[in-house]
């Protein structure tokens, strides 16, 4: 069993949870419905428990999870804490990542902002359905550690970026940070950020429900090349890719060529 906070959930399923919907079956957040987008996810309110309660019907997915109805529930082992970044926001300043070659857009499109005060960005983490699990605050100014996270989830911790119509949909490329996703977003690709090296069994499921059929590039930092390998063994429908240089430090021409 999960347990999230109700921000985690899609919007028809928030409304599901609060009892405002009249639907009967839902779109599963685990597996989606699988091939065939069934309708296979009940949910609804225990309002006797404070709790909203979900669960897939499908064989293959068995997802079950519960939302506490209070918005401002504290929930989760100290892993999750902090929760919320509790600092102000301003424009990014282009100055900290003109050295990763990201652009303005790009920023926009991720929701990066900067952070009054500080040599810093805050980069939200997204699920797929566009909502946030929090977020990763990255220091420019020497700051140990030089990057701190908040979760606000017990979802797999990692931020997507779903594709627009420009994207290339037959290629997904899985880095460790963020920076590195938005460079291969900005190239075209799909990407997702592990946000660290651990590729475990719900961070694999999350992804392989929805690159199924997609060619699935592992492209960790050059030093953890061994660690891609090992993933690959376990699941077959991995690709890895050797790098010279982490891809947030390559150019657009190298990370074309490292992917092709």
Same mark, same amino acid.
């Given at each position: ?14 409304a ?6 009249g639907?009967s079956?839902?779109?599963?957040p685990?597996?989606?419905g699988?091939?065939?987008?069934e ?10 428990s404070?709790?909203?309660?979900a ?23 100290p ?9 102000s ?11 990763y070659?990201?652009?303005?857009p790009?920023t ?5 902002q ?29 700051t ?17 970026h779903?594709p627009d119509?420009?994207?290339?949909r ?13 460079r ?7 990407a997702?950020a592990? /946000?660290?090296?651990? =590729?475990?069994?719900?961070?694999? #499921? $999350? +992804?392989?429900?929805?690159? &199924? ?10 030093d ?17 890719v050797? /790098?010279?240089?982490? =891809?947030?430090?390559?150019?657009? #021409? $190298? +990370?074309?060529?490292?992917? &092709?």
């Amino acid at each position: 069993m999960r347990i999230h906070h109700l921000t985690d959930w899609p919007p028809e399923l928030q409304a599901a949870a609060r009892g405002e919907s009249g639907a009967s079956r839902y779109l599963c957040p685990a597996c989606n419905g699988g091939r065939s987008r069934e309708l296979s996810l009940s949910c609804a309110p225990e309002y006797f428990s404070g709790f909203a309660i979900a669960r897939c019907w499908r064989a293959s997915c068995g997802y079950f999870a519960k939302v506490p109805l209070d918005p401002n529930a504290k929930i989760g082992t100290p892993q999750f804490k902090p929760r919320f970044f509790e600092g102000s926001f301003e424009p990014v300043a282009f100055r900290l990542l003109h050295r990763y070659n990201i652009a303005v857009p790009t920023t926009a499109a991720f929701g990066v902002q900067g952070v009054a005060g500080r040599e810093a960005v805050y980069m939200p983490v997204y699920g797929l359905a566009g909502h946030e699990r929090g977020g990763m605050l990255r220091y420019f100014d020497g700051t140990q550690p030089k990057a701190v996270s908040y979760k606000a989830t017990d979802q797999p911790w990692q931020a997507w970026h779903v594709p627009d119509g420009s994207q290339d949909r037959d290629v997904l490329v899985i880095v460790e940070d963020q920076l590195s996703a938005m460079r291969c977003w900005q190239l075209g690709y799909t990407a997702v950020a592990l /946000l660290g090296v651990n =590729l475990n069994s719900d961070k694999a #499921a $999350e +992804i392989r429900s929805t690159c &199924a059929g997609m060619r699935t590039l592992l492209a960790l930092d050059a030093d953890a090349f061994s660690k891609a390998l090992g993933y690959a063994k376990k699941y077959s429908w991995l690709q890895p890719v050797r /790098l010279e240089k982490d =891809l947030k430090d390559s150019s657009d #021409a $190298e +990370i074309l060529g490292r992917l &092709a």
